[in-house]
T-cell receptor, first 115, second 114 residues
Framework: NAGVMQNPRHLVRRRGQEARLRCSPM?????VYWYRQLPEEGLKFMVY????????ESGMPKERFSAEFPKEGPSILRIQQVVRGDSAAYFC?????????????FGDGTRLSIL | AQSVTQLGSHVSVSEGALVLLRCNYS??????LFWYVQYPNQGLQLLLK??????LVKGINGFEAEFKKSETSFHLTKPSAHMSDAAEYFC????????????FGTGTSLTVIP
């Protein structure tokens, strides 16, 4: 029973390039959450998605960042025109259709480095 | 709005000593409460959770936590620290009425001294 799968584990981009981070939720989970973790800091919520819908994107920067969770395929976090400050670990979590009492299950993250 | 405060960003204990990691929350509705552990270069793993019922909950690896509504606390404890417990620990809360978003504390880094 596979857990949350994130790829790539490590991603290196030059300033101005695009970064695409992928997340496949656990089987049977229809809710996906993206978090960013900066060195020596906690997890910062970015966006919460269900299939084909963005439920809450209050933690997402207004520019250059976007997220989707299509009907088929993984959830994608896209960062356009990356800058040095985007260097961080990005974690995806998933939960079943009725969250709250259900814990979020986390992937191992994608570590993004900007040169 | 909910918030989570973890007192002490770094905690050091001797091997075999009691581990106590503090977590306080603010919530206008009954909360669901969670503790996660993160080892280096890995994601978060669930240690334990409180939803309803017994306020003392037991988790994996000998950890337990007690929900104290009057103190709005959910402190994590382990009677005897092991070297393998060295990691980052995060407390999280979600709302019972919507339950769609988790609010995480800033984490506590636990060091175990041999």
């Amino acid at each position: 029973n596979a857990g949350v799968m994130q790829n790539p584990r490590h991603l290196v981009r030059r300033r101005g390039q695009e970064a695409r981070l992928r997340c496949s939720p656990m089987k049977g989970h229809s809710h996906v959450y993206w978090y960013r973790q900066l060195p020596e800091e906690g997890l910062k919520f970015m966006v919460y998605l269900q299939k084909e819908n963005i439920i809450d994107e209050s933690g997402m920067p207004k520019e250059r960042f976007s997220a989707e969770f299509p009907k088929e395929g993984p959830s994608i976090l896209r960062i356009q025109q990356v800058v040095r400050g985007d260097s961080a670990a990005y974690f995806c979590a998933s939960s079943p259709a009725f969250p709250g009492a259900q814990p979020q299950h986390f992937g191992d993250g994608t570590r993004l480095s900007i040169l | 709005a909910q918030s989570v405060t973890q007192l002490g960003s770094h905690v050091s204990v001797s091997e075999g000593a009691l581990v106590l990691l503090r977590c306080n929350y603010s919530s206008s509705v009954p909360p669901y409460l969670f503790w996660y552990v993160q080892y280096p270069n890995q994601g978060l793993q669930l240690l334990l959770k409180y939803t309803t019922g017994a306020t003392l909950v037991k988790g994996i690896n000998g950890f337990e936590a007690e929900f104290k509504k009057s103190e709005t606390s959910f402190h994590l404890t382990k009677p005897s620290a092991h070297m393998s417990d060295a990691a980052e620990y995060f407390c999280a809360v979600s709302e019972t009425d919507t339950g769609n978003q988790f609010y995480f504390g800033t984490g506590t880094s636990l060091t175990v001294i041999p």
